[in-house]
């Protein structure tokens, strides 16, 4: 009976996964129109928040779909904001070499910079789902929070100078 049970659990779980209405649009055009930071930040969620308020989204496992779906679309972002911020932290590094050379190395700090922020972020999400004892809340929380601090640090890398 155990096995049959297990068996239906793994047969629904990719069933439930397609139950949920997700699309990146609501939050996607929210930052193509917004200009300032605050702007920008207002975004984050607006897609996952849309997916949760559907059929199916309302459940603590459509929440974690909703919520996984909008963290890849800002994880995405912060990978190419970041790779475009080392392309330009590399080419102002080969411009100062020449001149100045004992000025520390932009590539390095931005690179120093992302690994201490991936330990932040990844620490501050688990103290978020620490708050939870356990419960079943604690997957939906932990992703609206690395959500939430990977959008702002997508939009931060991507309004860097």
């Not at 193509?32 to 459940?59: H, K, W």
């Not at 922020?117 to 929380?141: K, L, N, V």
Request: charged letters at 20%; one cysteine or more; proline letters at 3%.
């Amino acid at each position: 009976m155990r096995a049959a049970l297990l068996a239906l659990a793994l047969l629904a779980g990719p069933a439930a996964a397609q139950d949920i209405t997700y699309s990146d649009d609501a939050t996607a055009g929210c930052v193509a129109v917004a200009e300032a930071f605050t702007d920008q930040r207002a975004c984050i969620g607006l897609s996952a928040n849309l997916c949760m308020e559907a059929p199916g989204g309302y459940s603590t496992y459509g929440m974690g779909g909703c919520l996984d779906r909008e963290l890849r679309y800002w994880d995405t972002l912060l990978n190419e904001n970041y790779r475009a911020r080392m392309v330009q932290a590399k080419s102002a590094d080969e411009d100062t070499a020449m001149y100045q050379p004992e000025l520390p190395k932009q590539a390095e700090a931005l690179r120093d910079m992302q690994r201490a922020w991936i330990t932040f972020r990844d620490a501050a999400c688990d103290y978020e789902r620490s708050q939870w004892g356990g419960g079943t809340g604690g997957g939906p929380a932990t992703l609206a929070c690395l959500m939430r601090l990977t959008g702002e640090q997508a939009l931060l890398l991507g309004a860097a100078h």
